[in-house]
Nanobody
């Protein structure tokens, strides 16, 4: 069964950090581009960060650039999103997604471009 499972969300104070994990099962992430998206109440799902299957190309939304870092560990079949200097406006449900892309250096920023999705993990930034 193909599955993506996010973990690592929670409640954190402004300025704090969290690391989200996205563990794949039922398939290997080696040839999949990964994207992290988030959706706040009443808002559309937005792309936060993406990484190519090779790991050589990454994308960050302007709102998180310099604060978030995306990475992947294919040996562990897991991708990560390190979030530092968190702000209240980062509060949302965070989703990871995977899209088959071979061994290329492409990343994908549009939700409809992805094949598999996790169930999401809540991140709340509040004092």
């Amino acid at each position: 069964q193909v599955q993506l499972v996010e973990s690592g969300g929670g409640l954190v104070q402004p300025g704090g950090s969290l690391r989200l994990s996205c563990a794949a099962s039922g398939f290997t992430l080696d040839y999949y581009a990964i994207g992290w998206f988030r959706q706040a109440p009443g808002k559309e799902r937005e792309g936060v960060s993406c990484i190519s299957s090779s790991g050589g190309s990454t994308y960050y939304a302007d709102s998180v650039k310099g604060r978030f870092t995306i990475s992947r560990d294919n040996a562990k079949n897991t991708a990560y999103l390190q979030m530092n200097s968190l702000k209240p406006e980062d509060t949302a449900v965070y989703y990871c997604a995977a899209r088959y892309s071979g061994s290329g250096s492409y990343y994908y920023t549009i939700p409809d471009e992805y094949d598999y999705w996790g169930q999401g993990t809540q991140v709340t930034v509040s004092s």
